[in-house]
């Protein structure tokens, strides 16, 4: 079914005409409707959770097809993952998996809270449906890796991978092998991040890479939130590329977790002014979405998309 029908049909909304427009297909996008996304439950892991505070339903339908309307009138193409009830965090597609550069298949998460890892099944088939089977790969119990929230590649044969909070080494370490069986030249670098154990009691917890770092890929630079790594991870950042480092207040209103679309576009959640003019000096054009209501939940705009 067209992507844009199925959501048409889902929340009973007419999507205006000019979001059809389907330009050169760049780049593949995976997406998955919020129909059961809510706050059903806390995570140690994750202190914006709260079950206090809801999201408004409405309100998640336009955040999250403003995003998708957005994707598919700069021509990318999305492909949906059907969602599923008790699933409320199968919005976050991101942490689905990690695409093999090439296109030639992807890992699958392995979840560390228990609440997540019945999403694998159908996260499994969605893939399956797009890969052959042998490229569509699981890994061992234990072995904890949560695919883009934690992983951003650099470029085909650099990847950074974030552990400390959920990924452990044991998850990277079987990544790194799968990888290296499609590119030997592959190179995975690790950035330790902050520990649950190692906040403030009243810090939030960077869980996810993606919400305390940005690659902009045309500059080589890092849109980084410092305080959620440890100064290893910093320093090996800053033999990257260099670094514009953002404030606690910033990090917390998800300015990091934003979508290079193309080599002049950003989607992002937020913006604070100094940021957006260092980016606007830098020829990029930001696109703002707000996503209060899936910040209830710790997630925004990186969250939402997988890419492929």
Not at 106 to 134: C, G, M, Q, T, W
Not at 245 to 272: D, H, K, M, Q, Y
Request: hydrophobic letters at 45%.
């Amino acid at each position: 079914m067209n992507s844009l029908r199925f959501y048409e049909r889902t929340f009973k909304i007419k999507l205006l005409k000019p979001i059809l427009k389907e330009a050169n297909m760049a780049k593949t996008l995976v997406m998955c409707p919020p129909n059961y996304f809510d706050v059903q439950y806390e995570l140690s892991t994750n202190r914006w959770m709260n079950m206090d505070s809801q999201p408004d339903k409405n309100l998640v339908a336009r955040q999250w097809l403003d995003l998708f309307g957005a994707c598919l009138e700069l021509g990318l193409k999305v492909l949906l993952i059907k969602p599923r009830p008790g699933l409320p965090d199968m919005v976050f597609a991101a942490n689905a998996g990690l695409q093999i550069p090439g296109g030639k298949g992807v890992i699958i998460s392995n979840y560390f809270h228990k609440e997540r890892r019945p999403e694998n099944v159908f996260i499994y088939d969605f893939f399956r449906n797009l890969f052959s089977a042998e490229n569509v790969w699981q890994l061992p119990a234990r072995t904890y890796f949560e695919g883009q929230g934690d992983a951003i590649w650099l470029d085909e044969r650099r990847v950074v991978i974030g552990y400390g909070v959920r990924t452990n080494l044991a998850g990277i370490a079987e990544v790194q092998k799968i990888l290296k069986r499609y590119d030997p030249k592959i190179k995975v670098i690790l950035l330790r991040m902050k520990s649950v154990a190692e906040a403030r009691a009243d810090e939030k917890i960077f869980y996810h890479l993606d919400t305390c770092l940005l690659h902009l890929p045309r500059i080589q630079t890092f849109i980084v939130y410092e305080g959620a790594f440890a100064a290893s991870a910093i320093k090996i950042l800053k033999k990257l590329g260099g670094l514009m480092s953002v404030s606690e207040a910033e990090a917390n209103n998800f300015v990091c977790n934003g979508l290079v679309v193309n080599e002049r576009t950003i989607f992002s959640p937020w913006v604070s002014g100094m940021i957006y003019l260092s980016l606007r000096d830098l020829n990029y054009d930001v696109k703002v979405f707000p996503m209060s209501e899936f910040i209830k939940s710790g997630g925004a705009v990186k969250c939402l998309i997988m890419e492929l």
